[in-house]
């Protein structure tokens, strides 16, 4: 799969992200994995549903710099601290829903179960709605290296697969390509959509 | 009817229903009846949204067979039943809503009971609101073999009108045209979202 | 103001209350005033957010009767009812959404009262949120004569301003124009969300 | 900046705005500075999703008199004022979207209180979501002299940022561009939406 390809799709996917309101106030940002070394990040401030693929910037993954004077988004260090901890991983989409916002501020754990669901088979490997999926919650932090490191010492007990919450603040979510990303936090979006209207009708 | 303009229609029909969100994440199928003895069912892992008629595979109503080597939907089993059990059935519509898979888990029992609304005569042959239409909700299951043996076991105690849920996971629904599938796709996912508002707001 | 650009208007706001998705599964019926005499009401099972001009029949205000053979709506009692008993009014819209459907059958009495909204002078003739204003509900009914008789009889009572509900049906509103019922359905399914919300936060 | 390429963008943000749904039945109104002394006001009932640069009326900053013979919105008073006590606001967005208006009736007290949410950063000097965000809440009033005189004594003891709402009424936000203020429309928006689902989820 060329660069390119992977560019064009990850410029839909966020045009379809801005469609269904998951980046408000050009929050969010996107990323696309270039090789062992280097990954694309957008562009801090940006309209996510109006992107065009130079609005990505080339970002080293050992220490977030950038080649020109260009400035990549606030939160490059967990872009580039999942390309780090997951070679296989190739994209990573940061979004900002009312659902994942608000479900990751009533649950009060440290992870979101979601079970029962057909749905959870749209995540790659999940192979019945019997098992139980944790999505890890950090607490937020506006210090992405201290954030960073949280979630970098989580892995090593539990490895990070489709991605985590971060309380009150978003979804960061990934996959091997653009398409599996996109298709992980489609479903993961959907589940949180299902399990905050579950707890509502269930008044939990 | 000519099976080509009926295959019209139900892309058409995917196109709506990916429009309206009841098929996240490529998740969801939709068939179409060809003669006594195959049917059309969508190919595994599209996007409804975006499906032309080439997405669709011929197989055999008796046994799921299909002649080339595509893969079918996994659950195509539940499409071949309801053809062999529903002769005047044309086309069935397998759909993933919030609605849908929320109220089928909130729903503990073994039916969804709609009952004083007048958009149940959106169903054929219901005639007024005074009806209770109940809705069968099996439990999910991964071996789709095992879960159609309960549908069809179901269906010889009381025949299946309209459509049933699969619980955690969505809706079947069917009509003897894709015109009226489509019909009571609409009316049973609107009077899922009024059940379920109904029963937020009465706090039931 | 020409009976042509009113109909094109009235096509227009049923384009607009399609894509609102308040007449799903071919739901709702809508009309124009020609005269004191007819007016034109849609044909009966016409999906609304692909209406064009030609899928009205003129119908006699004084019996419902039609010239051609073609069948109006079920409800169109409804309309003529309206346009008996208010002459200066142009225009009716009956919509079916979910929350008029489903506010309608929370609220157990015969009014739902709307109050302390400014949106209430979206209504001609509200100068104030602090007036209340009352929109009456009428318990359903299959026989359209003897539901209009109860509309008839309750507006020698308490003649009827911009429009009812009918318990788990839906709303039918009206104005002098069709832009003023159109209006009117802008701000009264306005109000009808938020009072819903309301009632969920408040826990009422 | 030019006041072409600003009152374009304000068009481009009526329209955005018309989409969302947050100026339902004609209701809200925009405005843009033009210098110390005069702005530009929507004129009275336009429809602001299909709004465009003929439809704002020039309006003196001191008395709300306007040049030419049309009548500026009822709440053009309120615009003025905003532009008198703040000199480096160049835009105002009045809307009414259902979450402003029900979420400021909900909140008895005299502001909504917005914390722990990432969002609060797309509001211009925010930091961190530790802060507390608090918009002030004024009781409607269909006297806007007399309302806009609660907001100036409100503004001397503690001045205005962002916005404030007006309860069962909808919001003001404003910013020094239109940019400035539609990003702190859309972020207000989003954590309006939120804070009303966290009050459902926590049964508030």
């Not at 990323?31 to 992107?51: H, I, M, N």
């Not at 940061?94 to 088979?121: C, I």
């Not at 989580?154 to 599996?180: D, K, N, S, W």
Request: hydrophobic share 35%; net charge negative.
């Amino acid at each position: 799969m060329s660069y390119h390809s992977e560019l064009a799709e990850l410029v839909a996917a966020c045009h379809w992200i801005g469609a269904k309101g998951w980046c408000p106030a050009t929050g969010g940002n996107m990323s696309l994995r270039l090789d062992t070394e280097t990954c694309l990040v957008t562009e801090s401030g940006k309209d996510k549903g109006s992107l065009s693929d130079t609005d990505f910037l080339k970002v080293r993954l050992a220490d977030n710099g950038v080649a020109d004077g260009r400035r990549p988004s606030a939160e490059t260090g967990l872009h580039t601290l999942i390309y780090r901890l997951l070679p296989e991983i190739g994209a990573v989409l940061h979004t900002h829903s009312v659902n994942a916002t608000v479900l990751s501020r009533a649950e009060k754990g440290t992870e979101l179960s979601l079970s029962g669901y057909e749905m959870q088979k749209s995540l790659s490997g999940q192979q019945t709605h019997l098992d139980t999926v944790p999505i890890p919650i950090f607490d937020n932090d506006q210090d992405i290296d201290a954030l960073a490191m949280r979630v970098a010492d989580h892995h090593r007990r539990q490895p990070l697969i489709y991605g985590f919450l971060v309380r009150g603040h978003g979804l960061y979510c990934f996959g091997r390509t653009v398409a599996e990303a996109r298709r992980h936090l489609d479903g993961l979006e959907f589940l949180f959509q299902c399990e905050l209207t579950r707890r509502l009708l269930e008044a939990k």
